[in-house]
């Protein structure tokens, strides 16, 4: 009864995005909408599938440049939080100025980032560090913060060095916290690369995108949202891979 | 020896007299009990004897050593089990070896030889969450016992236990205690669990915490858990009912 349960709830969002599609085909096909205005499901796959080669083509590139921003985020965010967590006084100077950055628009900055750096990868990849950043960041110190005091304490009394206690004993309790803002940018990451390139790019499902656009290609336009979708979800399922084996006990329930 | 000695230890808090002179003693090989009420700065009293904490005025000496201030000489063991969920138990265990220098394959071998004793065989690559509340402990008193053998500060390691676990658990002490005759200071709020377990009892007041009451216990721990009838046991119990202002 139970798994018969739990079977049900899986198979309960397929069914009802499944009505969704069928209602979306049914009444484009019943109203006769022309295809520039709005395409059914089954052409919008159709014509991902005819032009399957060249989507992977820019889809290649964007790949390329949300993991190159992925990666830097990272890093950036760890040595942030490391030093954040270790010196009060740069967490008092940098946490303000990092939650204001948040409320900067990107997509008003980033066309200063093609004057300055070009149509090149590095200002996609600029704009993919700054949508990412802030959710590793933010979660990674909160992580870190969360740890117990007695923890610390318990490993002081037995002379553990700082930097000993900061690899043994926060940056593992850190890491549940830290992988949850992971997936929250794995998936924002291919967003930002996007933005990036309408703006102007040589290629890059953004650059697709804008093409078809503006050629009243609507079924092309759905065909790379449904690129985009694609690429966020398995850049999440990565993610989430990635944290099975990282910290395979974090999914033992507690007694 | 491993003898402990607290003299004169005063400490403020926030501007509120925690500790108001304390001398304590515990010779070598004593299970001494500090019983109070919560909250009346017993583990601020073991912050200061583990060196984590400064007092404002007074000594600890171990040994005969000034160790006021000075952490390394014991480690101590707290209600909650402080097991790190990321690594197994037996990784658990041997961190304060390999905290003290030792290769970890050689400290996780060295820990492994006590697992017997400890009743935690077969469990050594468990994670902690695997396991119960009882086998926790017992992991978290062999980690305490592994950083200072002689030594062992215990700041109510039952208290958040169910009933039945917590005796189980009294008498494994016991036995433990036997095997290896550390000196145990052990903090309590159970007046039952103190006249059990103890040799000699320190009876604390509420804030600012002195020493109310210091009694030894005449009667010798019953085997197995069972019902002290020693004739002694009702008039102790009255007395440090009475100290406790019960």
């Given at each position: 009864?139970?798994?018969?349960?739990?079977?049900?709830?899986?198979?309960v969002?397929?069914?009802?995005?499944?009505?969704?599609?069928?209602?979306?085909?049914?009444?484009?096909?019943?109203?006769?909408?022309?295809?520039w205005?709005?395409?059914?499901?089954?052409?919008?796959?159709?014509?991902?599938?005819?032009?399957?080669?060249?989507?992977?083509?820019?889809?290649?590139?964007?790949?390329?440049?949300?993991?190159?921003?992925?990666?830097?985020?990272?890093?950036?965010?760890?040595?942030?939080?490391?030093?954040?967590?270790?010196?009060?006084?740069?967490?008092?100077?940098?946490?303000?100025?990092?939650?204001?950055?948040?409320?900067?628009?990107?997509?008003?900055?980033?066309?200063?980032f093609?004057?300055?750096?070009?149509?090149?990868?590095?200002?996609?990849?600029?704009?993919?560090?700054?949508?990412?950043?802030?959710?590793?960041?933010?979660?990674?110190l909160s992580?870190?913060?969360?740890?117990?005091?007695?923890?610390?304490?318990?490993?002081?009394?037995?002379?553990?060095?700082?930097l000993?206690?900061?690899?043994?004993?926060?940056?593992?309790?850190?890491?549940?916290?830290?992988?949850?803002?992971?997936?929250?940018?794995?998936a924002?990451?291919?967003?930002?690369?996007?933005?990036?390139?309408?703006?102007?790019?040589?290629?890059?499902?953004?650059?697709?995108?804008t093409?078809?656009?503006?050629?009243?290609?609507?079924?092309?336009?759905?065909?790379?949202?449904?690129?985009?979708?694609?690429l966020?979800?398995?850049?999440?399922a990565?993610?989430?891979?990635?944290?099975?084996?990282?910290?395979?006990?974090?999914?033992?329930?507690?007694? | 020896?491993p003898?402990?000695?607290?003299?004169?230890?005063?400490?403020?808090?926030?501007?509120?007299?925690?500790?108001?002179?304390?001398?304590?003693?515990?010779?070598d090989?004593?299970?001494?009990?500090?019983l109070?009420?919560?909250?009346?700065?017993?583990?601020?009293?073991?912050?200061?004897?583990?060196?984590?904490?400064?007092?404002?005025?007074?000594?600890?000496?171990?040994?005969?050593?000034?160790?006021?201030?000075?952490?390394?000489?014991?480690?101590?063991?707290?209600?909650?089990?402080?097991?790190?969920?990321s690594?197994?138990?037996?990784?658990?265990?041997?961190?304060?070896?390999?905290?003290?220098?030792m290769?970890?394959?050689?400290?996780?071998?060295?820990?492994?030889?006590?697992?017997?004793?400890?009743?935690?065989?077969?469990?050594?690559?468990?994670?902690?969450?695997?396991?119960?509340?009882?086998?926790?402990?017992?992991?978290?008193?062999?980690?305490?016992?592994?950083?200072?053998?002689?030594?062992?500060?215990?700041?109510?390691?039952?208290?958040?236990?169910?009933?039945?676990?917590?005796?189980?658990?009294?008498?494994?002490?016991?036995?433990?205690?036997?095997?290896?005759?550390?000196?145990?200071m052990?903090?309590?709020?159970?007046?039952?669990?103190?006249?059990?377990?103890?040799?000699?009892?320190?009876?604390?007041?509420?804030?600012?915490?002195?020493?109310?009451?210091?009694?030894?216990?005449?009667?010798?721990?019953?085997?197995?858990g069972?019902?002290?009838?020693d004739?002694?046991y009702?008039?102790?119990?009255?007395?440090?009912?009475?100290a406790?202002?019960?």
């Open positions: 009864m139970k798994k018969f349960r739990s079977t049900a709830d899986s198979v969002p397929f069914v009802f995005i499944g009505l969704l599609l069928a209602g979306w085909e049914y009444t484009v096909k019943l109203k006769s909408i022309p295809e205005i709005l395409p059914g499901p089954v052409q919008i796959v159709r014509t991902l599938i005819d032009n399957a080669p060249l989507i992977a083509k820019h889809a290649q590139s964007t790949l390329i440049e949300c993991l190159a921003g992925f990666a830097v985020a990272i890093l950036f965010s760890f040595i942030v939080a490391f030093l954040m967590d270790e010196i009060s006084l740069f967490r008092k100077a940098v946490y303000p100025l990092i939650v204001a950055s948040q409320t900067i628009p990107i997509v008003s900055v980033a066309p200063l093609i004057i300055w750096f070009g149509y090149g990868i590095l200002p996609k990849i600029i704009v993919v560090v700054l949508v990412c950043f802030f959710p590793i960041a933010i979660s990674l992580g870190l913060a969360a740890v117990d005091n007695d923890y610390l304490e318990l490993f002081r009394s037995m002379q553990a060095s700082k000993k206690i900061f690899r043994m004993v926060k940056l593992p309790l850190a890491m549940p916290s830290f992988f949850a803002g992971l997936r929250i940018s794995a924002y990451s291919v967003m930002g690369a996007v933005i990036g390139e309408w703006l102007g790019a040589k290629q890059g499902l953004g650059t697709y995108m093409l078809a656009q503006r050629s009243f290609q609507v079924d092309r336009v759905f065909a790379a949202i449904l690129a985009v979708t694609l966020s979800a398995a850049l999440f990565l993610v989430s891979i990635i944290e099975r084996i990282v910290i395979p006990w974090n999914r033992l329930n507690d007694k | 020896m003898e402990i000695l607290v003299e004169g230890v005063s400490k403020t808090l926030g501007g509120l007299l925690t500790l108001g002179e304390i001398n304590l003693k515990a010779g090989g004593d299970f001494v009990g500090i109070g009420p919560s909250g009346c700065g017993k583990s601020t009293l073991f912050n200061i004897i583990s060196g984590l904490m400064q007092p404002d005025r007074g000594r600890v000496f171990i040994d005969g050593q000034d160790v006021t201030g000075r952490t390394g000489r014991v480690s101590y063991m707290r209600q909650k089990d402080l097991l790190l969920p690594l197994n138990i037996i990784e658990n265990v041997s961190i304060p070896l390999v905290l003290k220098g290769p970890k394959k050689k400290a996780c071998a060295e820990a492994a030889l006590h697992f017997n004793r400890f009743g935690l065989a077969g469990f050594e690559n468990y994670y902690p969450r695997q396991l119960s509340g009882g086998m926790r402990q017992r992991a978290a008193m062999l980690r305490t016992y592994l950083f200072s053998s002689d030594i062992l500060l215990l700041d109510e390691p039952f208290a958040s236990l169910d009933a039945i676990t917590k005796r189980k658990m009294q008498v494994w002490l016991i036995d433990v205690f036997n095997a290896v005759n550390p000196t145990v052990y903090i309590t709020h159970d007046v039952d669990e103190a006249l059990y377990l103890c040799d000699r009892i320190y009876v604390l007041s509420g804030c600012p915490t002195v020493v109310k009451l210091e009694i030894s216990i005449p009667f010798r721990r019953p085997a197995h069972r019902t002290i009838i004739a002694a009702g008039a102790i119990r009255d007395k440090v009912m009475e406790l202002e019960i």
